[in-house]
């Protein structure tokens, strides 16, 4: 069974970068839909980005977008989640999916941005960001 695990966090200053890694334990990437999530304290999980599984197209959450980059080296079967101009309001526990079924039933370009469709999840690494 593919598990995730996801390393990375940390504390850093507003205005930082920080770069979240997400491994799977078995070779299994560039072949599923990916995402990534974040759920601070009294919040829903929130879409934060995610990418298709055919690897070309990759989709942002409105709060993120142009901060924050997804990519993916398959020979590390690792998935990154490179995070810049950081806020307070970034501040969550950070959690990568994935949607192991997506190769049987999705469109190779479609990004999936619901956690409800993700069938795997990694423990989640806490990022704070200070003010």
């Known amino acids: 069974q593919v598990q995730l695990v996801e390393s990375g966090g940390g504390l850093v200053q507003a205005g930082g970068s920080l770069r979240l890694s997400c491994a799977a334990t078995?070779?299994?990437?560039?072949?599923?839909?990916m995402g990534w999530f974040r759920q601070a304290p009294g919040k829903e999980r929130e879409f934060v980005g995610g990418?298709?599984?055919?690897?070309?197209?990759?989709q942002y959450g409105d709060s993120v977008k142009g901060r924050f980059t997804i990519s993916n080296d398959n020979a590390k079967n690792t998935v990154y989640l490179q995070m810049a101009a950081l806020k307070p309001e970034d501040t969550a526990v950070y959690y990568c999916?994935?949607?192991?079924?997506?190769?049987?039933?999705?469109?190779?370009?479609?990004?999936?941005?619901?956690?409800?469709?993700?069938?795997?999840w990694g423990q989640g690494t806490q990022v704070t960001v200070s003010s």
């Open positions: 078995q070779r299994t990437f560039g072949n599923y839909a």
């Open positions: 990418v298709s599984w055919n690897g070309e197209k990759t």
């Open positions: 999916a994935a949607d192991l079924k997506s190769p049987r039933y999705l469109s190779p370009s479609t990004v999936l941005a619901v956690a409800r469709a993700y069938d795997t």
